[in-house]
């Protein structure tokens, strides 16, 4: 029997034929499914590039915004309406070129929201640049006598700032990856997974290389121990470690502080303060000048 999909619609998908983002797509829903989600209840966020283009393709509430921009718009929306299942969807140029500040940012703030980055190690909307995490020496279309740059590791960056939770997965895998969005979405606080997203169109190499290359977590692997996930995210060597690679410490979330001097009232339903309140908050700013 055919179940309907409560996160399908009918938009056409842009994406090249056979691209590895449709497993990232296939994956996602099938988190929400697993988690008992309807369309209401989800909000996805994301900027510029071929992975913000994601949330045109699922039915549920969504925000396309700037390049490089979503983390903030997903805090606010975090913050305001701590209700809804909050996840950016986003590309390594676009959450760790551009947005790269703001990923550092979040980090520190901690909000409950998951931030998925498809890293196909270039920029693939404009024309196969190099990216954040294109190695050394790789050939791109403006980087023509080779990267120069060493590549950044941001999981490893948010695991050295106690990111709630930290994975990796692989496009080509949807059904491991969507057991991991699950497990992210879960997870209170930040949670980080980068997808392993081969470029068909730029990048001159077969999905299957980046399939020889998968390394999953050793057995035995625990993911609570900081050390074991820098030195497995610091020595891969050419490989891309998978699964989930770090459980950060219990912390306070961005915006409880909020919720808190409201009496657990969403900022959503509080409507905007009265004008005296505002008055008087400039006025104590303009006294400190």
Not at 264 to 279: H, N, T
Request: hydrophobic share 40%; charged share 20%; aromatic share 8%.
């Amino acid at each position: 029997m055919n179940v309907p999909d409560p996160f399908k619609n009918d938009v056409e998908i842009q994406w090249c034929p056979g691209c590895p983002n449709f497993g990232i797509l296939t994956a996602l829903k099938g988190a929400f499914r697993d988690l008992r989600l309807e369309p209401h209840q989800v909000c996805l966020v994301s900027g510029i590039g071929q992975a913000a283009k994601l949330p045109h393709y699922l039915r549920c509430n969504f925000f396309n915004g700037l390049h490089g921009r979503a983390l903030p718009v997903a805090l606010g929306i975090h913050a305001a309406n701590p209700a809804l299942t909050t996840v950016v969807t986003t590309g390594e140029g676009d959450c760790y070129g551009e947005g790269g500040n703001h990923l550092l940012h979040a980090l520190r703030r901690n909000p409950d929201i998951t931030v998925v980055v498809h890293n196909n190690e270039i920029y693939a909307l404009t024309k196969g640049q190099g990216s954040p995490t294109t190695p050394v020496g790789e050939v791109r279309s403006l980087q023509v006598h080779g990267v120069e740059a060493a590549p950044l590791n941001m999981p490893a960056v948010a695991v050295l700032h106690d990111a709630a939770f930290v994975a990796r997965g692989f496009a080509g895998d949807p059904d491991h990856l969507k057991d991991l969005l699950a497990e992210a979405v879960r997870c209170p606080g930040l949670s980080l997974v980068e997808v392993i997203q081969p470029c068909i169109t730029w990048v001159r190499r077969p999905v299957s290389w980046y399939k020889e290359r998968l390394w999953p977590v050793p057995p035995g692997y625990d993911p609570g121990d900081k050390d074991a996930a820098l030195r497995v995210l610091a020595g891969d060597d050419g490989r891309f470690v998978t699964g989930i690679l770090y459980r950060g410490p219990k912390r306070p979330l961005f915006g409880e502080r909020f919720r808190r001097e409201t009496g657990d009232e969403p900022l959503v339903r509080r409507g905007f303060p009265p004008k005296s309140s505002i008055s008087a908050l400039l006025d104590n700013f303009r006294m400190g000048e």
